[in-house]
């Protein structure tokens, strides 16, 4: 879809903004809308009186608002960024602001809020802007990157400064014509956003049919007419009636896990792996930090050395991940189990077979602690598993391989779309609050449904 721009332009005298609309008004912020204002509005009101609490895990990047928790606002007058309805706000420090949080202030109890100190609050003036349109600017890209480029302070302390805020030049359309751009960029985002939610939930469903799949495999084979029998086991169910049922630790020369000792760390050196370095089906070893080679050689002891073909499981925190380790010098911590195959278990077999549903439900069950669950080596050990015979592990593997690389092409497609339209989204805004397109004549369509199709064979 392609829109007509407006018919006269004049310079705006704003490098970053080029030619506006020739009846635009090249202003500030800060004479459209006043920055942080005061409390001293709110001072009457008795201690007792409720109000919005927004934290900034409140505020979402997507202009939306979470309004669960409410104080007294005696508790909150003092040290906390005060809002109305109707206020704007966004997050002024990293990464908060660089991921888009801010929103406008709807459905405060009593009007009023309080929240983080974090936010920077602007209310429009009346008559000059609206909460909307002016949601609208602050989110667009060239306030976000110009904002970014403003920020002072050192790594997760850098803040965008008011000063930028208030100073932001743009050229804002006349009253009237900011509701006619508000209402476009209104249709025409959920429109984009309802494609992106569709993206969002065909990429979740091509992750749950992968993973069913690969849980079938290993869990019932390949041929669908192969004799079945009944494993014993509640949650393992029938099992191809040749599959050997057996242990895991009863198919492994080593079931252990790493050292519990501190380590000395290196810049360069075997790397430390702990489970926050296993991923599922994969070792984060570019982020792991090293320990030395005379550390790595003299402190530690086989166990804490994983072999190539080694099992890597995470054992502490977020349980079941799984990768197979490839060899090159690395230790585990605690955090990490160790599974060493004998020659009747494929070691990537083993791999997919511990990331099936049916396991990784299992672990969690039987996972102990209370604050931090741990899968405890004794209980891993004596889980049953069906194991078929090492050829058609083999067969089993090449099936798993073959569908991976057909679902995560269908999955990366849905994400590039999902990418495009979120592109599609940012560049719209952008525009229109801009006047790189005029809006004044757009109606919205008759027909909402045909409409929305005809962006989905668009985007798509």
């Known amino acids: 879809m392609t829109f007509p721009k407006y018919p006269e332009y004049k310079d705006s005298g704003v490098e970053w903004l080029g030619e506006v609309p020739a009846h635009w008004a090249v202003k500030r912020l800060r004479y459209v809308a006043e920055l942080n204002p005061s409390k001293s509005e709110v001072w009457t009101l008795p201690a007792e009186s409720s109000v919005s609490f927004i934290p900034m895990e409140a505020v979402g990047e997507d202009g ?18 005060y809002v109305r309805e109707g206020d704007v706000t966004i997050a002024k420090i990293t990464p908060c602001f660089e991921n888009g949080k801010g929103a406008v202030m709807r459905g405060l109890k009593n009007h009023v809020g309080f929240g983080t100190t974090e936010l920077t609050v ?48 743009i050229a804002w359309p ?29 990429i979740e469903l091509l992750k749950e049919k992968r993973q069913a799949v690969i849980s079938h495999a290993v869990t019932k084979g390949l041929d669908p007419d192969v004799p079945m029998r009944y494993s014993g086991v509640e949650w393992l169910g029938e099992v191809p009636a040749h599959w050997e049922l057996t242990r895991i630790g009863w198919i492994n020369s080593e079931l252990t896990y790493g050292f519990t000792n501190p380590m000395p760390t290196e810049d360069d050196g075997p790397k430390m792996l702990t489970a926050n370095d296993i991923g599922w089906g994969e070792i984060f ?63 990537e077999f083993l791999c997919s077979l511990l990331q099936a549903s049916c396991y990784q439900s299992q672990m969690i ?90 962006a989905r064979m668009e985007a798509v």
């Open 122 to 169: 602007m209310r429009p003036i009346a008559g000059l802007t609206t909460s909307d349109y002016l949601y609208r600017v602050i989110s667009s890209e060239p306030f976000r990157v110009l904002g970014e480029s403003s920020m002072y302070g050192a790594g997760g302390q850098k803040r965008v400064p008011d000063d930028f805020v208030r100073n932001f030049s």
């Open 64 to 81: 939306s608002l979470s309004l669960e928790q409410t104080r007294p606002i005696g508790e909150v007058l003092a040290g906390y960024t």
């Open 365 to 454: 069950f039987e996972a102990g602690g209370t604050t931090i669950k741990h899968i405890y080596i004794t209980r891993l050990a004596k889980m049953p598993i069906a194991l078929p015979p090492l050829n058609e592990q083999k067969e089993v593997l090449e099936k798993i391989n073959n569908e991976n690389v057909r679902y995560l092409s269908l999955i990366e497609e849905a994400e590039k779309s999902a990418k495009l339209l979120g592109e599609r989204r940012s560049a719209l805004i952008s525009a229109a609050v801009t006047g790189k397109i005029d809006v004044r004549g757009w109606t919205p369509p008759a027909d909402s449904a045909s409409a929305h199709q005809d």
């Open 285 to 347: 070893y570019d982020t792991a930090r090293s320990t030395s080679e005379l550390a790595f050689k003299k402190l530690l002891t086989d166990k804490s050395r994983p072999r190539r073909g080694d099992l890597l499981l995470t054992k502490d925190g977020t349980l079941g991940r799984v990768a197979v380790h490839d060899g090159q010098p690395a230790c585990i911590n605690q955090s990490v189990a160790l599974i060493r195959p004998l020659c009747l278990a494929d070691s």
């Open 174 to 202: 006349p009253y009237k014509e900011q509701e006619q751009i508000q209402a476009f960029l209104d249709h025409e985002i959920a429109r984009i956003d309802a494609l992106v939610e569709e993206q969002q939930r065909l």
